[in-house]
Each structure stands twice: as C-alpha cells, then as structure tokens.
C-alpha cells in the first residue's frame, strides 16, 4: 500500500474538522462543499488480478502467461497500440505511417521504408523526454544474439534504423511488408517495446551478463504508459500508480494492485468476495466465468472473440489417407450440428466459427461473401461419403472394402475443457453418419511431441487459437512442421496448396487496404471450400468486471489487451 493511501483518513479526518468549525459560523452550505473536497481527496484505487505468476513487467522475458502482455501495457507505451475494434491508433507518435501521408515509402527494389514522428510531450514516467535514441537502443538490444529478448522473425525484415533528430525513427525494411507498422507497438507477437536508453545502457554497455537481471524490470520498472510501478512483490502481485506524464493524460484512477493468482478457484473466491475488480488477460474458464456471472452481484461479465475453437485435419500423410480429400472434410463438417455444440458447450455465448476470422472484426464485411458455409445435414453427409466410393457394412458404419471399416481419430490436449467436451460430441456426430471415430485426450507429454503430432496418426486435432494475421501466415507450406525444420513449423494442419500459398504471399506485401481485402477474400474462399481448417465456434477471453469500473471491457480487437484504453477507467 502506497503512503498516501494510508495517509489519506488522518487527512480527510482533518479536513472534516475544519468543515465542522466552519459549518458553525456559515451553516449549511459549506457540508456540501465539504463533501465534493472529501470525494477529491480520495484516491480512486481498484485491484485487479492477472491468472499467472510473471517473473518480469516486459512480456518479452516474462514469456506469455495469462495477463502478461496486459501488465505491460499498463506501464509501458509504445509508438501505436491497437484499439477494441482491431484499429491500430498513435500512442506516442504523430501519426500512424501510411502510403498516402508519405511516412510509408515503397522502394524501386522492393525494399521499403518507414518514417515514425514522436510526439513532442512524450516522456518516461522519470521525467526524461522519450526520443529516436531509445528506439534505437531498444532495436540494439532485440536483435543482439546475446539477450535473449523473445526474439520475433520481423527484426529479420528490418535492414536499418536511423534517426534524423530526436523526434523521427526512420526504419528501413529489406522487403515489402504489410503489417511492418507493428514493430514498436503494443502488438503482441510482433512488439519491441522501446526501452529507456538513459537507464539501460550502461549496464548492457559494461555488463550483459546480468543485464537481465536488472530490477528494472520488475521493481524499478521505468516506462513511458499510463501507470508506473510502486511495488513489486515476487510471486504475490504489483503496485502501480498513475502516471502524471503519460502521453495521453493522467489516468482517472490513481492507484491499481494487480494480484498473481494462478489458481483459478481462488481466482473465483476473491471474485465473489469482492476483493478483485477485474481480471487482466485471459483467466477464467467460460464455465468459471458463467458461475461468476451468476453469483457475483456486483460484477459483470464481458467476453472478447478473439481466438478460433477448431478442427485441424492433417493433410500430409494423414491415416487414412482419405482425411485430406476436400469432400471429405466437407462431408465430416456438414455432419456436425455446431450450433447445438455452442448451446450444450458454451452456453450459447459464443457464435458458430464459419470462418477462421470472427464476424465482428472490421474485415469481416469484406470476406463476408467469400465464406462458404455448411449447415448441419447429416444425410447429405452421408450422401458425400457414399460418392467417394463407401459403402455401409453389416454393422452400419462405412467400409473401403469388405471389412475394411473407414476409421479415424479426433484428438486434442488435456486441460481445455471446451476442447474435451468438443471432441466428444463430434466423434458422437461423425458415428451417427457412419464414420467409425475414436477420440483421443493427449497427455501433457504426447500435445507437446511435435514430433509425436506431426505423426499423421491423429487424423484430426482440435486446437484453439488466435485468429490474427501472423497465426493465419502459418497455413503457408513453408510452415509445415518437418524433421528438417525439428517440426517447429506453426502449419498445425500441414497443409500445403502452390496456388494458396501464393495468395498468402501476395496478402504480406500489398500495403493498401482496398486491394489487400480483395487477396484477403481470396484467402478465406479457399480456406472454407477447401476445408483447410473445420471452424467449430469462436473462443471468448472472459473477463468478470466489477460494475462500478467504468469504461473497462474484455480485449475484442486482434492485438488489443484489457488495458488498451486504461486511461479511461473511472469508478462510479
């Protein structure tokens, strides 16, 4: 607890006082006048809870454990972060870069070139301005082989940074890139969040080996957001308070304790306890969530899509082989009521997936058209299955051969509840049409096996996971998990297609918007008609929010967290 909030009832105990005496002499109306200094007085303070245990402020060396990402954003600003509704907005710079206001330059030799302008007023919550330089240090830093920073396949992009003045970062890109506005910003898989030069350098300069290890980024934690860390107590939780500096304002609420609380039912407890306001990141399980919502009088629940729940189908040397044929997997899908799946699994809160991209995303109503859809109609599934040549045998399910009985798996890891439930009811569907199906719940060790996994024997997986455009590069067959590769590739599905792959190409180069939509159509025709993935529904983060925090909201946009306009909370 920060000194001025133990401080505060001795002051306004003092203040009442002076109102007392005064109220003799003036009567009545200086009681209100009382009252509006006593409510000025006092800080606004909320506690929050992040479901994890982060041994850093900075994602980057904290990993990517629930909340993570969120406490960053907290105390730490980048050039643009990412609106609710999926918008890239400035932070600390002018202006977003673009083709049309001239900061975003195509080269003749298909490089390309990116202007940032700092705002003035931007500065680290110490006082000293934020320039060019930190951003330099900070690029230094990421792309040095000896700090292991998390490192991310843009800085491979990037050929070289230079700043003209204190207020301008000019960045030079060794290919044309859509999403290369990203770099520093508060944009999770690509992020460098910059770094204070003034503070950092001469411990990298003199001593790396321990430049990890610095308190700065846990309890001396300097940055340029919204809050800044009073406290920080290893493996307890963190105080941060507001900051008089941030770019955009001091925050209306003065004081935020963020609490780590990896276990979920004591997450529950305080919830309904009224000892937390907010949960920070994603947490609490849609189950858990819905329990809350039912029980917690004064709490809300708010959901944010932005992860997809479903079928990967192995497309390269699946068993049985049929598994990669399209009608197929049209066939397998069409058999699947997901809509029932959404009320008796997720309580009819989340919307059936018909593409890999949710429906309220601000692309949406330029792929809408190109998504192609297939109701739940078990007899025309069966149909389907019967023109590739299957017949029924004596015991009713499908036969290559006289006793040769098409069977599969449906597998996915243990501790996903949905994803259990999910497996059960579509090996239950896919039996109904004739389709001998045995579903599987990987041990730790075997989900983990990427090797295990890229075995083919598991003809389906169900995975969750983000719907953003760097998840979506992965169905590129350069990203097939391979023994060459030591099956790191991200292609969970191993698909491969020359014709798709040069679609997704062609999307991470085309910079303006219009033209880009028009690829980005393409992208998801061929996704939907060839069943690259089987969407079943689209995931919620869930978010429990006391009702008197205003203006908070569970992240919606691909790239925003919980905290993206924390500047903005009030209490009631």
């Not at 030069?197 to 308190?215: A, I």
């Not at 919307?351 to 949406?364: G, I, K, L, M, W």
């Not at 061929?526 to 908070?552: C, E, N, W, Y």
């Amino acid at each position: 607890m920060t000194s001025s909030t133990t401080r505060a009832p001795t002051l306004l105990a003092y203040l009442a006082l002076l109102g007392l005496v005064s109220g003799c002499a003036a009567g009545a109306p200086l009681a209100q006048s009382e009252t509006n200094q006593a409510r000025t007085l006092t800080p606004k303070r909320i506690v929050a809870a992040v479901a994890s245990n982060p041994v850093a402020v900075t994602r980057q060396i904290a990993g990517i454990p629930p909340g993570a990402d969120v406490i960053e954003e907290l105390v730490n600003a980048g050039l643009a972060n990412v609106d609710n509704g999926g918008v890239l907005r400035p932070q600390l710079a002018v202006e977003i870069p673009t083709l049309d206001n001239g900061d975003w330059r195509l080269l003749p030799d298909s490089r390309m070139e990116m202007t940032w302008h700092i705002k003035p007023a931007a500065a680290w919550s110490d006082g000293i301005p934020f320039t060019s330089d930190d951003l330099l240090f900070t690029a230094v830093v990421n792309r040095d082989p000896e700090i292991d920073m998390g490192k991310t396949a843009t800085w491979g992009s990037v050929e070289n940074l230079e700043a003209p003045d204190a207020q301008t970062i000019v960045i030079t890109w060794n290919r044309v890139f859509f999403a290369a506005d990203l770099l520093f910003t508060t944009y999770s898989q690509s992020r460098a969040m910059p770094m204070p030069k003034h503070l950092l350098e001469p411990t990298y300069r003199d001593n790396k080996e321990g430049f990890l290890r610095l308190p700065y980024w846990t309890s001396e934690h300097t940055g340029t957001g919204a809050f800044r860390i009073t406290q920080w107590k290893e493996g307890s939780g963190a105080v941060m308070a507001a900051n008089d500096r941030y770019i955009f304002g001091r925050p209306k609420i003065d004081e935020i304790e963020v609490r780590f609380i990896e276990n979920l039912n004591s997450m529950m407890v305080n919830l309904l306890a009224g000892e937390i306001e907010i949960v920070l990141g994603r947490g609490l399980s849609l189950d858990q969530g819905v329990q809350v919502r039912d029980q917690w009088r004064d709490g809300r629940l708010d959901l944010g899509f932005v992860s997809l729940v479903a079928v990967y189908p192995q497309h390269l040397d699946p068993t049985p082989a049929i598994v990669a044929n399209a009608q197929f997997k049209r066939a397998l899908l069409t058999a699947l009521d997901r809509q029932a799946m959404v009320e008796s699994i997720v309580y009819d809160l989340e919307p059936v997936a018909d593409s890999f991209f949710e429906p309220h995303r601000p692309e949406y109503p330029f792929i809408a058209n190109s998504v192609v859809k297939y109701p739940y109609e078990p007899r025309r599934a069966e149909q389907m299955i019967a023109e590739l040549g299957y017949k029924r045998g004596t015991d009713g399910f499908f036969e290559a051969a006289p006793g040769q009985r098409l069977s599969i798996e449906v597998a996915t890891g243990l501790g996903g509840e949905a994803r259990e439930k999910s497996v059960l009811a579509i090996a239950d569907y896919w039996q109904r049409v004739g389709v001998a199906t045995s579903p599987a719940m990987l041990t730790q060790q075997e989900d983990r096996d990427r090797n295990y996994r890229a075995g083919g024997q598991q003809a389906f997986y169900v995975v969750r996971g983000p719907t953003d455009f760097e998840t979506l590069a992965k169905f590129h067959s350069k990203k097939i998990p391979l023994p060459e590769n030591r099956f790191t590739g991200g292609n969970l599905a191993r698909y491969g297609n020359p014709q798709f792959d040069a679609l997704l190409d062609r999307f991470e180069v085309t910079i303006r918007k219009p033209e880009r939509m028009q690829v980005l159509a393409q992208i998801v025709d061929h996704m939907t008609s060839q069943v690259v993935v089987m969407g079943l529904f689209h995931d919620a983060d869930v978010v429990p929010i006391s009702k008197r925090l205003q203006k908070a909201e569970a992240q919606k946009g691909i790239g925003a967290t919980t905290a993206w306009n924390v500047q903005e909370w009030d209490l009631e």
